[in-house]
């Protein structure tokens, strides 16, 4: 049986790390705040934020909230995001995707100050990770990552494959693993012979979203597994339960490692969204990151 990834506990670890950094930023007068802009009523979005802004306040952290209604106009929110990018006490902005059809995401999320960047989105960001230079990374492969590295040690020379290629996971999570010196195979919807490709892998990342699609005859016996999917299943009694892209009956029979659905990814995505509010906070206050935080140095 495969060991389980327990993210909840690594992320929980994480938390506490986080929440001395803030102490000791505090002593010098500096509390990092994380700025979250919603806009309209989109129900797991609300669930998203209300959480994302109760650990932000738990690490000791300002956490600003800003709920706009549905209607709001694309000015209006790059007005705000104005504000919030000439905003001293604010070190990282988080706007909560998707937005209402009026408003182009793109726009807004250039719109926001490299700087301070929470989910590393920023083209300029995107392109100072790829090309090795130091910008903020988005927080769902940071979190993987720092799984893996946890989990593995060095994972140079490992054939690595990732199952989906979005820009806020498979494309970073293929760089961040490519930076760890892995031989690194992309997968998406036109990859021909899926499972075999799967099967070669000593690390299998899948961030598809289709439910339990990765069966555990497509892994290698001892793989490492990092299952990203948050898919909803609807159940007999009208309620739904949630899985990953991996079916993990399966998987963990022939897997050395596997993290679950819930309770693997998703608790270290908002644990790495504090962090990178963390690290933008030592940037801009010219202070050193700390030796600890991976990828930032
Ligand atoms: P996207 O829909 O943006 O991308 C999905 C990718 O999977 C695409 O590259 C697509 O290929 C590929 N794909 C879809 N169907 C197949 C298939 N049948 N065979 C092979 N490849 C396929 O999704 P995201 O990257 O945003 O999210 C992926 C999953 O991760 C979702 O379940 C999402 O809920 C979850 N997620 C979880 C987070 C967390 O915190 N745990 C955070 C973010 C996402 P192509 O490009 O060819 O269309």
Avoid at 196 to 225: F, H
Avoid at 288 to 293: A, F, K, L, S
Wanted: hydrophobic fraction near 40%; charged fraction near 20%.
């Amino acid at each position: 049986m495969a060991q389980i990834i327990d993210g909840k506990a690594f992320a929980a670890n994480l938390r506490q790390d986080i929440a001395k950094e803030v102490d000791a930023l505090k002593e010098k007068g500096i509390t990092p705040g994380l700025a979250v802009v919603l806009v309209g009523e989109d129900p797991a979005s609300q669930v998203y934020v209300r959480s994302k802004g109760k650990q932000t306040v738990e690490v000791g952290m300002s956490s600003f909230s800003h709920k706009l209604p549905e209607s709001t106009t694309q000015e209006e929110l790059l007005n705000l995001i104005n504000k919030l990018n000439n905003d001293d006490s604010v070190n990282g902005i988080l706007v909560q995707l998707p937005l209402p059809a009026q408003i182009d995401s793109d726009t807004v999320l250039n719109s926001i100050a490299p700087e301070k960047d929470a989910d590393g989105f920023h083209p300029m960001n995107v392109g100072l990770f790829t090309t090795g230079g130091i910008g903020s990374v988005p927080c769902t492969p940071l979190g993987c990552l720092m799984m893996l590295k946890d989990h593995l040690g060095d994972m140079s020379g490992k054939r690595a494959l990732v199952l989906g290629r979005s820009n806020i996971v498979g494309k970073p999570m293929g760089t961040l693993l490519l930076n760890e010196n892995c031989t690194v195979t992309m997968a998406h919807s036109r990859t021909a012979d899926l499972e075999e490709e799967c099967r070669r892998a000593d690390i299998l990342v899948a961030a598809v979203g289709r439910p339990e699609m990765v069966k555990g005859s497509w892994i290698k016996p001892g793989a490492t597994v990092i299952d990203v999917g948050i898919n909803r299943v609807d159940k007999e009694d009208g309620g739904y339960r949630l899985v990953g892209d991996v079916e993990f009956a399966s998987a963990s029979e022939v897997a050395g490692a596997i993290t679950p659905v819930p309770g693997g990814v998703g608790p270290m995505t908002i644990a790495c969204l504090l962090l990178n509010t963390l690290i933008s906070t030592y940037r801009q206050n010219n202070l050193p990151v700390p030796e600890w935080i991976p990828v930032a140095n």
